[in-house]
């Protein structure tokens, strides 16, 4: 698939969008943010007891739906608490605990982890310009080009074919705030000023990875997925017919339309940031417990990554945007989720830090989407579930 036609890709399904539209610094940052989150540890046991029935009632419930759904699903479900599996669930053919999916906008939580590891080792600037990292500071006598650094132009970077609006940040671009446009194309509209969901933006950021880093982007996951022991996690390239032959535990993904047919997704270097990774689900579950365990980037950047930086409109309302993760705190129930559609597949996945939840739900089967409420009614239902009995907890400890 040529980046041609990725673009338009990355515009569309990746993520079910808008009704508008990660040193050796490390170690020591993850002791930080322990001692900062200590206190909340000793909330979660003096919780336990209460919310135990609760946790059971949430994984009778979600079991239920799932088995019980009207809609077809294929994939794999982990529910853990305090990283502890208390339901792991597999439908479909050919689907078990090892199965591997592609993870669609799930991906972007990796690409933003990655990021920030690369700010925590001084590799990175989250306020400097897209265009110093891809392409160095503005040089030369162009009065165009130095009237959008100083931000009095800004149609003058139409003129520069081989660079990107010069007001562009690496925040703007983790938060979807950035309204980048292909290279050389005028910007969208003023960075910084509204929330437009942007795959792009994240295909940017893996570029940026690579460039400060001296790796491929697929390279730094594997290493990444070394490091922190997530067997499962990678980063493949070609077709998925192409990559299930070398990785067997991929499953194939479906595509739902008259009728249910395998997919034609391609997997390129433009996609693997912004969707195109791959995982099983424990290693995705893994890979959130330690991240919100504060065991991948110091106390500071896991504060940027869970700040609501801005408002969104999304399938579920008063929903806010950090780096790589969706915020809401509806009912004073702090959740970071994230959502996933590509064709082929479909993910969730749910953290709630008060009780330290987390859910990952992995499928290979895209539900047609001519019906978006019913492509995502079980992906509602579950969070309702998981909300409703953990609401009903945290009013039991009044």
């Not at 992995?362 to 998981?386: G, K, M």
């Amino acid at each position: 698939m040529r980046l041609s036609v990725i673009s338009s890709l990355l515009t569309g399904l990746l993520l079910f969008p808008s009704a508008n539209s990660v040193g050796e610094s490390l170690e020591t940052g993850a002791e930080n943010i322990q001692s900062v989150q200590g206190s909340q540890s000793v909330k979660l046991e003096s919780q336990l007891p209460s919310s135990e029935s609760k946790l059971g009632e949430i994984k009778a419930s979600i079991q239920a739906a799932i088995m019980d759904s009207q809609q077809p699903f294929s994939g794999s479900v982990i529910l853990l608490e305090r990283g502890k599996p208390l339901l792991e669930l597999q439908k479909g053919e050919g689907i078990s605990k090892d199965s591997r999916f592609v993870m669609a906008s799930l991906s972007k939580q990796i690409t933003a982890t990655l990021i920030l590891q690369a700010v925590d080792a001084g590799k990175l600037d989250l306020t400097q310009t897209l265009n110093h990292y891809l392409v160095g500071d503005a040089k030369g006598d162009n009065k165009a080009l130095k009237a959008v650094v100083a931000g009095t132009n800004s149609s003058a970077n139409a003129l520069n074919p081989g660079r990107y609006d010069e007001r562009i940040t690496l925040h703007q671009l983790l938060t979807h705030t950035s309204g980048v446009d292909k290279l050389g194309k005028a910007n969208r509209f003023e960075p910084g000023s509204q929330f437009e969901y942007s795959n792009l933006g994240y295909s940017l950021l893996g570029q940026v990875l690579e460039k400060v880093n001296h790796q491929s982007f697929a390279e730094q996951v594997a290493q990444f997925a070394t490091r922190y022991q997530l067997n499962g996690l990678s980063a493949e390239l070609g077709s998925v017919a192409a990559i299930h032959t070398k990785v067997p535990s991929l499953a194939v993904g479906l595509q739902e339309s008259e009728v249910i047919a395998p997919s034609d997704l391609v997997l390129d270097e433009a996609l693997l940031p912004a969707g195109g990774l791959i995982a099983s689900a424990p290693a995705y579950a893994a890979f959130q417990q330690q991240l919100h365990a504060g065991k991948l980037l110091s106390a500071e950047s896991y504060q940027w990554m869970t700040t609501a930086h801005t408002e969104i409109q999304f399938l579920w309302p008063n929903m806010h945007y950090g780096y790589g993760v969706r915020i809401n705190k509806d009912d004073s129930l702090i959740e970071y989720s994230h959502t996933g559609y590509l064709t082929g597949y479909m993910s969730m996945t749910l953290h709630y830090p008060e009780f330290n939840v987390n859910l990952v739900m992995l499928e290979n089967l895209s539900l047609n989407l001519n019906d978006r409420a019913r492509v995502f009614e079980l992906h509602n239902q579950i969070r309702q579930i998981i909300r409703s009995q953990l609401l009903l907890a945290k009013a039991s400890n009044v």
